[in-house]
């Protein structure tokens, strides 16, 4: 079974702080996405990431998957209080389903 | 932009009840699925779907569950006796290069 477990599972914060969630797994996957879901809504796609040690850049924040395709980061600089919201990794096998992490939970305050 | 649309967005139904819940991918692309989200749960794979046929579903997928592209356009996941459990968030989305969007999801509720 291929878990993805995600750290911290809560955070807040004030606005302009920096923040790191972690995506963990002992399973190697062939690509890993990070989504963003609002309350009843679907999780809206963010960045995919398929090579060892690739970084990717959007605005303030930084993903890197790890050397070895088996973890993953998400960077926040300078959080605002949009950045609020459930962060999802979410990872593929080799086929194109997605095994998604156990979330972690941002509230940026103003 | 494009994007995946549901319907309904929230449904009540009865234990033992069948429901339809009905999804519009986006235009051109090639792969569907269908994700489960009970409340304070994570998101569950249940199906994917290409080239008119199951590609590969999940241990949740059983015989109550199934799946049909009837016109091109839509595609609907049919539950045809719901459970108590079947109560969660049913999202619908689509890829084109495995790069998966999601809809805004139908709410089921099971009483």
């Known amino acids: 079974t291929q878990l993805l477990e995600q750290s911290p599972q809560f955070l807040s914060i004030q606005e302009g702080e920096n923040l790191t969630v972690y995506c963990n797994s002992s399973s190697v996957f062939s690509s890993l996405q990070w989504y963003r879901q609002e309350p009843g809504e679907g999780p809206v796609l963010l960045v995919t990431?398929?090579?060892?040690?690739e970084v990717k850049k959007l605005k303030r924040l930084t993903f890197q998957f790890g050397d070895a395709r088996k973890d993953s980061s998400l960077h926040i600089t300078a959080a605002q209080p949009g950045d609020t919201g459930l962060y999802l990794c979410a990872g593929t096998h080799w086929t194109d389903k997605l095994i998604f992490g156990t979330g972690t939970r941002l509230q940026v305050f103003p | 932009e494009p994007e995946v649309t549901q319907t309904p967005s929230h449904q009540v139904t009865q234990m033992g009840q069948e429901v339809i819940l009905r999804c519009v991918p986006i235009?051109?692309?090639?792969?569907f699925y269908w994700y489960r989200q009970i409340l304070g749960q994570k998101v569950e794979f249940l199906v994917s779907f290409y080239n008119n046929e199951i590609s590969e579903k999940s241990e949740i997928f059983d015989d109550q569950f199934s799946v049909e592209r009837p016109d091109g356009s839509n595609f609907t996941l049919k539950i045809r006796s719901t459970k108590l459990e079947d109560s969660a968030m049913y999202f619908c989305?689509?890829?084109?290069?495995?790069?998966?969007?999601f809809g805004q999801g139908t709410r089921l509720t099971v009483v």
């Open positions: 990431v398929v090579t060892g040690g």
């Open positions: 989305a689509s890829s084109i290069d495995r790069e998966a969007f």
């Open positions: 235009s051109n692309h090639l792969y």
